[in-house]
């Protein structure tokens, strides 16, 4: 069900995207994208408030290395971080190249026997499928501006590099449908992983994987071609508020549009918020450095104390009656002899 239900949902809207859009262009080309972009701007900017208000009063920083301690001692600078300049460094390597998860290992068992081991096919599908949807996301962009920056054409012509066929195949088409598959396929191969993925793990990678077929559909399959001309007169109407429908059905450029509208509309309710949310995770934005700084919590409450001088003072008789010795007293005296 968990497997399924993203699956079905994901090809039906597809299917209605192809079968309605056409005919109901404005609500499909138009109003949808709309609606999708002002949910995702919304969405977003309110999940990230709510983690920028949520309260971090210590430093929580997940370390797998010695942290600053005496000199002697060699500091590891990356895995406990001490400066901001360091937290920057470990951040920049973590979301520019997923270095936690290369470090990640898979418990597996060999001849009976449980074993450790790397698991670099995770790190290296992740890292392809993040890239190369980044690639396709700023290509996309020619559709938005006009004239086309240089450097949009530049991407174009090295994702092209090897001019295989015509249309050249795209390097990043190939790289996101490979890497989707692997991601995909793990969660299905490996009994473990199926058994805790959730319908939200799925749906994702569903919505993507049509979004990249459909648009691969139109780029190389001669039936599912689309005016491009057409295309970015309605994408830049969308940009520039001056809303365009092109008077012709082009059925998988609506599914395609209706997918990247779901994608949208989903996103800052599902676990892709890990976007934003990475900047703001505790225990990878904070230097750990607890031992040379005291971190007092803004929100403790104002503790009424009672030292043990006013307790004295307030039982001074009943102590004195006792023949019990003052602390206050025998301080003075001490300062008396001390002085002789
Ligand atoms: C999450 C956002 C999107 C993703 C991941 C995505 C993905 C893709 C992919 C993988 C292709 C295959 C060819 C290529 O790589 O250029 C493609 C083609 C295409 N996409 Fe998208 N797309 C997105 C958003 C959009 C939007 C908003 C539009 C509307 C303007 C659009 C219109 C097209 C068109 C017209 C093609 C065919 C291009 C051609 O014939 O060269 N896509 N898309």
Redesign the pocket.
């Known amino acids: 069900m968990n497997l399924f239900i993203p699956l079905v949902v994901a090809g039906i809207l597809g299917v209605i995207g192809a079968m309605v859009g056409p005919k109901a262009g404005v609500v499909f080309g138009i109003g949808l994208?709309y609606a999708a972009m002002g949910i995702f701007l919304a969405g977003f900017v309110y999940r990230i408030l709510k983690w920028a208000k949520a309260p971090v009063p210590f430093r929580i920083t997940t370390t797998c290395g010695q942290q600053k301690s005496l000199p002697w001692f060699k500091h590891a600078k990356l895995d406990s971080p001490f400066t901001p300049v360091q937290t920057m460094a470990r951040m920049a390597l973590e979301v520019l190249c997923f270095r936690s998860l290369f470090r990640n290992s898979v418990a597996d068992t060999k001849k009976g026997r449980l074993v450790y081991g790397p698991n670099e096919l995770l790190w290296a599908a992740a890292l392809a499928f993040h890239y190369s949807?980044l690639i396709?996301?700023l290509?996309?962009y020619r559709?938005?501006a006009e004239p086309v920056p240089f450097f949009i054409n530049g991407l174009d012509r090295l994702?092209s590099f090897f001019e295989i066929g015509l249309?050249p195949l795209?390097l990043?088409?190939v790289l996101?449908v490979g890497a989707l598959s692997v991601l995909l396929l793990r969660r299905l191969v490996s009994p473990q992983l199926r058994y805790i993925s959730q319908a939200g793990d799925y749906f994702p990678l569903f919505l993507?994987l049509g979004?990249?077929l459909?648009?691969?559909a139109?780029?190389?399959i001669e039936p599912f071609?689309?005016p491009?001309q057409e295309?970015?007169q309605?994408?830049m109407g969308?940009v520039t508020l001056h809303p365009y429908k092109p008077p012709f059905p082009m059925p998988m450029?609506y599914a395609?549009?209706t997918l990247?509208s779901a994608?949208?509309i989903c996103f800052p309710f599902s676990k892709l918020m890990h976007m934003g949310g990475i900047f703001l995770s505790p225990t990878r934005n904070l230097p750990n450095n607890s031992r040379a700084v005291r971190h007092i919590n803004p929100w403790n409450p104002v503790v009424k104390t009672h030292t043990y001088a006013e307790w004295e003072h307030e039982f001074r008789d009943k102590i004195e009656g006792a023949g019990i010795p003052l602390d206050s007293e025998q301080g003075a005296e001490a300062v008396e002899s001390a002085k002789v």
């Open positions: 994208p949807f396709i996301f290509r996309h559709f938005f994702d249309p795209l990043s088409d996101i993507i979004i990249a459909t648009g691969m139109m780029r190389y071609k689309v491009i295309v970015k309605l994408a969308l450029f395609h549009i990247v994608l949208f």
